[in-house]
């Protein structure tokens, strides 16, 4: 019963529709910025989330990436996609259900080298009961749920 109390919560807070644009971003971003501007780099050094600063920034797949130092901006540089988040940085709940949601970079984890962010704390728990299947389902509509 708690679990289907959490399931209705996380589908009314993380599948609220997106912006009606035409074509939606691989990444998903928020005034252009990808993870809101945090360091990506900063989840796979222990750090968490920690902001990126203007000054060590640049643009890769149409969003701007910012880092703390120009160290983290170089290894992502040397491999991005060893560091950008897996479904672009939407919600991995919200994709193994078929939806579009943006990921909160405070909300994350990083499981078999793979940096997955949620939308909300109602997802997370969610998320930790059942990451397999969900994970499994999820794959399974990326990237095709870009297109509905």
Known sequence: MLRQ????????????????????????????????????????EGQGAVEGRQEFALMWKGVVWRFVSSGNQARFEANPRAYAPVFGG?????????????????????????????NNASVQVIWQEDAGALLQAA????????RD
Request: charged residues 15%; hydrophobic residues 50%; proline residues 5%.
């Open 5 to 44: 109390i959490f399931t209705a919560l996380a589908l009314s807070l993380c599948l609220a529709p997106l912006s009606a644009r035409a074509e939606v971003s691989i990444f998903s971003e928020r005034n252009g910025l990808a993870l809101d501007g945090y360091d990506v780099v900063s989840f796979f």
């Open 90 to 118: 939407y919600c991995a709940y919200a994709m193994s259900q078929g939806y579009l949601a943006p990921g909160d970079p405070h909300l994350w984890r990083i499981d078999n080298g793979e940096l997955f962010l949620l």
């Open 139 to 146: 794959r399974g509509n990326w990237p095709a749920v870009l």
